[in-house]
C-alpha cells in the first residue's frame, strides 16, 4: 500500500546540534512530498514541499529536506536547531494525503 | 492568506447525540478539504476527502453513516458525528486545499468529548 513513514519517533537534541528526521515513502510515479509542524498547542503548519526539480528543497526557519528517490526518501534536516523547534515533525505524500506517524523533537537549551 | 478555521474549538456532547464541526476556508476557495482524527500523540488518521458538491470518499474502517460530510460551497465543509459514543471523542482537524497546489492548510482543530 502507499504509504508514508517516519522511524524516528523521538529525538531529543541539544541547542546547536544537527538534526536530520527520517522519511521513507513507498509511492510509485509522481510523487509529491511535504514536511509538517506542529508545535505545542498549535495548529499543522507547511515547513517545505517538493513537487520536482531541484531534490534539495529549502523551506522555512532554516529548514530543508532532500528528495532522494533511489532510496525513496525525503529527509528533513536543520544544521544547528534551536529550543524552539521543539515540536512534532510530520512527513506526508499528496497522492492519498497520508501522513506518518510524526517524530517528536525536544530540544534542550 | 491561507486561513482554516474551525468551529467549534471544542465541545463536550452527552451520548447518543449528534455534533456538527465546521470547517471554513477564509481568504480562498478550497474544492477539496479533507477531515482527519488525531489521538493523543499519535499522527493524523485520514477520514475523508470531501469534494465540493460531490459526496465524501471515505478512507477504509470509516464509518459514512456515522461521520456525514458535507461540502456545501468552496469554502465550507462540515462533519457531523451522528449518535456519538465515548469512543469518537478525539480531536478532529480538517485541512483545505489551495486549488491546484496539493499543500493544505490546516485549521486549528476541535476537541470532541463524548461523555
Known amino acids: 500500500a502507499q504509504s508514508v513513514s517516519q522511524h524516528n519517533h523521538h529525538v531529543i537534541l541539544s541547542e546547536a546540534a544537527s538534526l536530520e528526521l527520517g522519511c521513507n515513502y513507498s509511492?510509485?510515479?509522481?510523487?509529491?512530498l511535504f514536511w509538517y509542524v506542529q508545535y505545542p498547542g498549535q495548529h499543522l503548519q507547511l515547513l517545505l514541499k517538493?513537487?520536482?526539480?531541484?531534490?534539495l528543497v529549502k523551506g522555512i526557519k532554516g529548514f530543508e529536506a532532500e528528495f532522494i528517490k533511489s532510496k525513496f526518501s525525503f529527509n528533513l534536516r536543520k544544521p544547528s536547531v534551536q529550543w524552539s523547534d521543539t515540536a512534532e515533525y510530520f512527513c506526508?505524500?499528496?497522492?492519498?494525503?497520508?501522513f506518518g506517524a510524526g517524530t517528536r523533537l525536544t530540544v534542550k537549551p | 492568506g491561507a486561513v482554516v478555521s474551525q468551529h467549534p474549538s471544542w465541545v463536550i456532547c452527552k451520548s447518543g447525540t449528534s455534533v456538527k464541526i465546521e470547517c471554513r476556508s477564509l481568504?480562498?476557495?478550497?474544492?477539496?478539504m479533507f477531515w482527519y482524527r488525531q489521538f493523543p500523540k499519535q499522527s493524523l488518521m485520514l477520514m475523508a476527502t470531501?469534494?465540493?458538491?460531490?459526496?465524501?470518499?471515505?478512507e477504509q474502517g470509516v464509518e459514512k453513516d456515522k461521520f456525514l460530510i458535507n461540502h456545501a460551497s468552496l469554502t465550507l465543509s462540515t462533519l457531523t458525528v451522528t449518535s456519538a459514543h465515548p469512543e469518537d471523542s478525539s480531536f478532529y482537524i480538517c485541512?483545505?486545499?489551495?486549488?491546484?497546489?496539493?499543500?493544505?492548510?490546516f485549521g486549528p482543530g476541535t476537541r470532541l468529548t463524548v461523555t
Open positions: 485541512s483545505a486545499e489551495g486549488d491546484g497546489t496539493y499543500e493544505q492548510y
Open positions: 509511492y510509485g510515479g509522481t510523487v509529491n
Open positions: 517538493y513537487f520536482s526539480g531541484d531534490p
Open positions: 506526508a505524500g499528496s497522492n492519498d494525503m497520508r
Open positions: 481568504d480562498f476557495q478550497a474544492t477539496t
Open positions: 470531501s469534494n465540493e458538491g460531490s459526496k465524501a470518499t471515505y
